[in-house]
């Protein structure tokens, strides 16, 4: 969870009882019916440059992706306390280890930052703390339903939420999942009960999950597949295969390659496949290096990398390593001048 006032709560929807709208439960929505107040800064960076926080090593060579690591990690582990509080964390039963002095640490962070939550956070948190009588407009549940995935702060709201103001009605329920069509087989049986409890349904081929390595060998096996179903008869044309694929360069690359093996038509892919953006890379690490020594490593190990730099591509990765294993690259030249020496005394 992250951004402010908007975060949907999936996969939680709420009916309207008068006018019959159908809206996904937001914490925006949630902020307006219960009027959550503005809460207090979520600020992690003053209290994570602690000496005594396990992660101190790391704060002191890369403080700005330590301070990210650990505000995310932190907000993990208030979505998975009870009612978003510090005070619920027990760690009595975690043995002594790596796991638990983490924990540990982050739980005295939250409790130094007055529990303090981002703006998605608080606002489930302060509807989850509500009664019934402080909401302004009533929010029964459409799918009323506990979902696996939910985290135990979503999980704790959807109890609260079913407390305050009930289910929607079944016939709106049924009615809502049928404006869309399901497919026939197990497919369908996903479309029509997915992130809810539903019978079990006898196996068939409608759906199929293979693990693949990377994307060169998904697309060559997705171009396989194609070509089989249509030596098959499964299909009469290409075009009746649709291909979901990460917006990446990297899989438009492969599929063109394995499709264009496999002698098939893809449509839909980039004319152009996009180029690395060299000038505008050397530019932002150069401005996060004129921070000074508190400047991250990977960007000074990311200038010294830049093709654009007169240097050949060996010394640049013997740079960069140097940076990257000690944060300085004096033991590089002291190598490079011993051996530089050795040579002339050979001489």
């Known amino acids: 969870m992250g951004g402010r006032g908007v975060t949907r709560i999936e996969p939680l929807w709420t009916r309207a009882p008068a006018t019959g709208a159908i809206r996904p439960l937001t914490t925006q929505l949630l902020s307006e019916t219960y009027l959550a107040p503005k809460p207090a800064a979520f600020e992690v960076a003053p209290l994570a440059a602690s000496a005594d926080a ?46 638990r002095r983490h924990l540990s640490a982050l739980a005295d962070l939250w409790r130094a930052m007055d529990g303090a939550l981002p703006d998605d956070l ?8 509500s009664a019934t009588r402080d909401a302004l407009e009533p929010l029964p549940l459409l799918n009323p339903f506990p979902c696996p995935y939910a985290t135990r702060a979503e999980e704790h709201l959807r109890a609260t939420l079913l407390a305050h103001h009930g289910a929607a009605p079944s016939k709106a329920l049924a009615a809502w999942r049928g ?39 998904e697309a060559e096996f997705a171009a396989a597949r194609v070509r089989a179903l249509l030596d098959t008869g499964a299909i009469a044309a290409p075009a009746e295969v649709g291909l979901l694929v990460p917006d990446d360069p990297a899989w438009r690359g492969q599929l063109a390659r ?3 093996a496999a002698g098939l038509p893809l449509a839909g892919l980039a004319r152009q496949t996009p180029r690395r953006d060299l000038e505008t890379d050397l530019l ?5 290096i004129l921070k000074g020594p508190a400047a991250p490593r990977m ?37 490079h001048r011993r051996g530089r020496k050795d040579d002339q005394t050979k001489t």
């Open 284 to 288: 932002a690490a150069s401005v996060a």
């Open 179 to 217: 404006d869309t069509t399901a497919a026939p087989g197990a497919l369908g049986q996903i479309q029509a009960g997915f992130g809810a409890a539903a019978a079990k349904v006898a196996h068939d081929d409608s759906v199929a999950v293979w693990g693949l390595r990377d994307p060169a060998e």
């Open 258 to 260: 394995a499709f264009n």
């Open 122 to 129: 608080a606002a489930i948190r302060h509807a989850a703390a």
């Open 299 to 335: 960007a000074l190990a990311t200038a010294l990398r830049s093709p654009l730099l007169p240097w050949p591509a060996e010394l640049s990765a013997q740079l960069a390593d140097a940076v990257m294993r000690h944060g300085l690259l004096w033991r590089l030249h002291e190598s």
């Open 54 to 99: 396990p992660w101190a090593g790391s704060f002191a060579f890369a403080p700005d992706e330590t301070t990210r690591a650990v505000s995310d990690a932190l907000i993990a582990l208030a979505a998975a306390s009870e009612g978003l509080v510090p005070e619920s964390i027990d760690l009595g039963s975690l043995p002594e280890g790596r796991a």
